[in-house]
DNA sequence: AATAGTTGGTTGCATATACAACCATCCCCA
DNA sequence: TGGGGATGGTTGTATATGCAACCAACTATT
C-alpha cells in the first residue's frame, strides 16, 4: 500500500462517498424490486415521521437533517403520491402540521424490514468489532468536521 | 448500547450518509473560503480529467462513476466557467475529447493542497489502524452490494 | 454495399439538495 | 398598542444526479 499513491486518494474522503452512492443505488433498486414505492430521501422522512406525528415542517426539517426549502418540496412530492398530508394549525396560521397516511405508514411497513434483510447482504463479512470501529470513525469524523467549521486552510 | 434501538439505527447505513453530507458540506464551504471556483463534483471530474488529458466523455464518466447524462451536462457547466473543453475528435464525427483547461488546472492545483491539509483535521484523532479497518469496511460493502445486485429480500 | 447492431452524446423529465430572498404571521417589549 | 425582530414556509435559481428515449455516426456481417 501507499507505493506513489496520491494522500487523497488513500484518505476515506473518495470512498465514504462512492460507498454512499452505492448504498444509494442498491436501496433504491431493491425498494423498486420490491414493489415499495419510495425514494431514499422519502424513507428517511416517513421514518422520522411516523416517530413525530403532527410536527412542523421546521422541526421535521432538523429531525431529517434537511433544509426547510428541501424539505418543503420533498413534502410536496410526498403529498402528490398520498405519503403524507399537511393540516394548518389552528393556533399559528403560519405552522403545517405534518402527518404520515395510512398509505405512507402500509409502504414503511414494507420497506423497514426489507432494508434490515438486505443489512444481511450489505454488511456480510464485517465483523461486529469492525462494524464498531466504523462508526466510531464517520461520527468523530463528522465532531471534526463541525467543531472546526471555520478553519480554513489557505493562509491569506 | 443497543438498548431498544432500531437494526437500522444501528447500522452503518444512516451514518454513512450523514458522513457523507458533513463531508460535502465542509468541501464546498472550504473551497468557497480558499475562493475555489469548484463544487466538490466538478473536483472529482477535474482531477480524473488531469490524468486523462483528451479522454472521450463516455470514459470520462466511467472514471468518474456517473452516468454519461451527468457527465455531459456536468462537462457543459464547467465548461461555461472554462474549467475545461471539448474537442471533436478528427477520427469519429460522434465523439468528443474533453481536456483541462489552463484555468482547470489553476484551481485544480489550489484545490489539491487546501484538500490534503483538510485532511488533518477531518481525520484527527482517528488512528492508522482504525482509517484502515474502516476503508476496509466500506469497500467491502460495495463489495457485497455490487456482488449480488439482484437479491431480493422480498419473497414474492 | 446494405442492413443491423453498437457506440457516443444530447434532451426530456424527475428527484434531491441548498442558498438567498421573500411574505406572512407571531411575539415581545417599550 | 405598535413596531421590530423572530419564526414558518414558499419561490427563484442553481448544482448534481439518473433513467428513458432519441439521433448521429461508426462497425461488422452477410
New binding site residues.
Given amino acids: 500500500m501507499s507505493k506513489n499513491m496520491h494522500p487523497l486518494d488513500e484518505s476515506l474522503l473518495p470512498w465514504i462517498g462512492k460507498t454512499t ?1 452505492a448504498l444509494d ?1 442498491f436501496i433504491t433498486e431493491m425498494f423498486a424490486s420490491c414493489g415499495i414505492q419510495l ?4 424513507f428517511i422522512l416517513l421514518r422520522v415521521l411516523a416517530k413525530h406525528e403532527g410536527i ?4 421535521l426539517a432538523s429531525f431529517a ?6 424539505l ?4 410536496t ?1 410526498m403529498e402528490k403520491k398520498n405519503l403524507v398530508y ?1 393540516k394548518g394549525s389552528d ?7 405534518v402527518f404520515i397516511s395510512p398509505q405512507g405508514k402500509e409502504e414503511l411497513d414494507k420497506a423497514i424490514p426489507a432494508l434490515v434483510e438486505s443489512l444481511q447482504l450489505i454488511q456480510s463479512g464485517i465483523t461486529k468489532k469492525e462494524l464498531s470501529i466504523t462508526l466510531g470513525v464517520l461520527q468523530r469524523i463528522r465532531k471534526n468536521i463541525n467543531a472546526d467549521e471555520f478553519s480554513n486552510p489557505c493562509k491569506h
Avoid: V
Fill in positions: 452512492k443505488h425514494t431514499k430521501a422519502q412542523k415542517q421546521n422541526d437533517s434537511r433544509e426547510k426549502t428541501t418543503a418540496r420533498l413534502l412530492t399537511r393556533t399559528d396560521k403560519r405552522t403545517n402540521l
